[in-house]
């Protein structure tokens, strides 16, 4: 069964102050990893898909890198907006549902 | 651009009556997907739908049903609902048949949110 792990749960930040988020995986045939943003009681929002080890994608403050186990996910110069739970999920090749980690929810303080 | 749908956006029910939510994928989108996230938890698969016919099954109850109709929305009937079910549904649609990779990433509602009484 696919297994999705982030790290940390909670991440509290300064604005301004980088950090990295965590998705380690194990899947059988990996489709693509995907990440998503939530915030409270939304729905989750497309962030990025990442299908290859190696593979990396930026999108404003946010980039990911893919490795063939994990996924990082950075944060520069985080801002108070970019406060959210990130989703990590995989989609395997045998079948498209993702299965989702628990999230590492971030706070970025003023 | 056009998101995927979903109606209502809250239900309140008592316990032991039924629920249906629906769900409008996004227009091209061939298959649907159903989650459930409860309270500080991690969405949860519960069943998917491509073309209309159900692709993949997770954990959903029996007392729950699913279908996707010629127009490709989708509804999920709750029946017998408990108090456990309280939570928030989503749905999510890709196209996975006739675009490109990027194409089967899914995109969510913004979800249904129940409360069981």
Not at chain 2, 62 to 77: G, I, M, V
């Amino acid at each position: 069964e696919d297994q999705v792990t982030q790290s940390p749960e909670a991440l509290r930040l300064q604005e301004g102050e980088s950090s990295s988020l965590n998705c380690s995986y194990t899947v059988s045939g990996l489709r693509g990893l995907f990440w998503y943003r939530q915030d409270p009681g939304k729905g989750p929002e497309f962030l990025f898909t990442l299908y290859s080890a190696g593979e990396e994608k930026e999108k404003e403050r946010l980039k990911a890198t893919l490795t063939k186990k994990e996924c990082f996910l950075h944060i520069t110069a985080p801002k108070p907006e970019d406060s959210a739970t990130y989703l990590c999920a995989v989609q395997a090749v045998v079948d498209y549902k993702l299965s989702f980690g628990a999230g590492t929810t971030v706070t970025v303080r003023a | 651009a056009a998101g995927v749908i979903q109606s209502p956006r809250h239900l309140i029910k008592e316990k032991r009556e039924t629920a249906t939510l629906k769900c409008y994928p996004i227009p091209r989108h061939d298959t649907v997907y159903w989650y459930q996230q409860g309270p500080g938890q991690d969405p949860q698969f519960l069943i998917s739908f491509y073309e209309k016919m159900q692709s993949d099954k997770g954990s959903i109850p029996d007392r729950f049903s699913a279908q996707q109709f010629s127009d490709y929305h989708s509804e999920l009937n709750m029946s017998s609902l408990e108090l456990g079910d309280s939570a928030l549904y989503f749905c999510a649609s890709s196209l996975l048949v006739g675009g490109d990779l990027e194409d089967t990433e899914a995109f969510f509602g913004q979800g249904t949110r129940l409360t069981v009484v």
